[in-house]
């Protein structure tokens, strides 16, 4: 069965720091989708990134990055330079290719908080 | 707006009571999803429709009742009720299934804060 890990139950630091959310997935299929979501506070979950299993190159967008390593199952989020506005509850989540009745499976979260 | 619209967006009822959620969309997508959030647990997958036809229901007690009359409408429907059942539920849609999995348009609605008093 698959499993996603979010051991960071919340995190807090101050605006402009540099801060790391770690994923730790389990699966027995080889092909598999790893995905990032943030819900704020209104409640939607609002899509940030897709990752698919054969796809091990990292990716940066502004100051988004996610680093995706096989050999650890994990794929990792870092927000560099942290802004108040980031504060909000982060998901992790992994899909089978098994025709997606299984919808997706969420870690815990990350509740992020950035002080000003 | 997200394009999935949920109401009511709270909602607190007795354990008595009967409710019901809704789920709207019109994005032209044709599965759509309950999901349950509780305090400090995951999302938890509670049923999926595709094409209006249920394809999973996750052994979610029969005091939550699905229905889907169209691809753009998806109700839940509440009926007496526990406390531990006090969370926040999810709609979501995709294009369909396959899609979904995907990730190609997952799209998640405000969600409905449910209290059960």
């Known amino acids: ?116 | 707006e997200t394009g999935v619209t949920q109401t009511p967006r709270h909602l607190v009822m007795g354990m008595t009571n009967k409710k019901s959620l809704k789920c709207e969309q019109h994005l032209g997508h044709n599965a759509m999803y309950w999901y349950k959030q509780s305090a400090k647990k995951p999302l938890e997958l509670m049923f999926v429709y595709n094409f209006k036809e249920q394809t999973e229901n996750n052994s979610v007690p029969s005091r939550f009742s699905p229905e889907c009359p169209n691809s753009s409408h998806l109700f839940l429907h509440l009926h007496t009720l526990q406390p531990e059942d006090s969370a926040l539920y999810l709609c979501a849609s995709s294009l369909d299934l396959r899609t979904g999995a995907l990730g190609y348009g997952y799209t998640f609605g405000s969600g409905t804060r449910l209290t059960v008093v």
Do not use: M
Request: glycine fraction near 6%; charge should be negative.
């Open chain 1, 1 to 116: 069965a698959q499993k996603v890990t979010q051991a960071q139950t919340e995190i807090s630091v101050v605006e402009k720091e540099d801060v790391t959310l770690d994923c730790v997935y389990e699966t027995r299929d080889t092909t598999y989708y790893l995905f990032w979501y943030k819900q704020p506070p209104s409640g939607e979950l609002v899509f940030l990134i897709r990752r698919n299993s054969f796809d091990e190159q990292n990716e940066i967008s502004g100051r988004y990055s996610w680093n995706f390593q096989k050999s650890t199952s994990s794929f990792n989020f870092t927000i560099t330079a942290s802004q108040v506005v980031d504060s909000a509850v982060y998901f992790c989540a992994l899909s089978e290719l098994r025709g997606g009745a299984d919808g997706l499976t969420f870690g815990k979260g990350t509740h992020l908080i950035i002080q000003p």
